[in-house]
């Protein structure tokens, strides 16, 4: 009796293991391919999300070439100015000055309202203006020669 019970027992213990061992297999085979199926969408949800984030880069990326494009093509008045400022004679300066930009080709129009001390002066700062790159059809009337004080004048510039 104690052989069959241990026999049995023995049996038992023996198919208890054999289904515990089996069960184990299954559950290793069962997560080893839901990690399979995991990696397959992290690689699919990388690349559809590189993808994605590439082609928001590329529209950046052409957004920001058309904004310097336009930048580039716009008028840069900061320069002129500062050019304009060196033309003038350290004893004078402008009381009134507007832009008006015409285009591209013919740059902007430029008129200006200031103050020298003298007729010297403003000989100076004509000259200078006349013989300034980008300068062209300036109109200084004849009255500026009178009252020296207070002159004006038009012209175009290119800038």
Do not use: C
């Not at 999300?49 to 928001?56: A, I």
């Not at 013989?131 to 510039?157: C, H, Q, R």
Request: glycine share 6%.
């Amino acid at each position: 009796m104690f052989l069959v019970l241990g026999l049995l027992a023995f049996l038992f213990l023996l198919t208890l293991f054999f289904i515990v061992f089996f069960v184990k297999i299954h559950i290793s085979g069962q997560a080893e391919i839901q990690n399979i199926y995991l990696q397959n969408e992290r690689e699919e949800f990388e690349k559809g999300g590189m993808q994605e984030l590439e082609e928001e880069i590329k529209l950046i990326n052409q957004e920001l070439s058309q904004l310097d494009s336009f930048y580039q093509e716009q008028p840069q008045p900061s320069v002129f100015l500062q050019s304009l400022t060196n033309t003038l004679p350290p004893d004078s300066y402008f009381t009134a000055l507007n832009f008006n930009y015409l285009s591209p080709e013919e740059g902007i129009e430029v008129a200006l309202k200031g103050f020298t001390p003298g007729r010297e002066s403003l000989r100076r700062f004509k000259n200078s203006l006349e013989t300034s790159a980008g300068v062209y059809e300036m109109n200084f009337p004849d009255m500026n020669w009178i009252n020296p004080d207070n002159f004006s004048l038009t012209f175009k510039a290119k800038i």
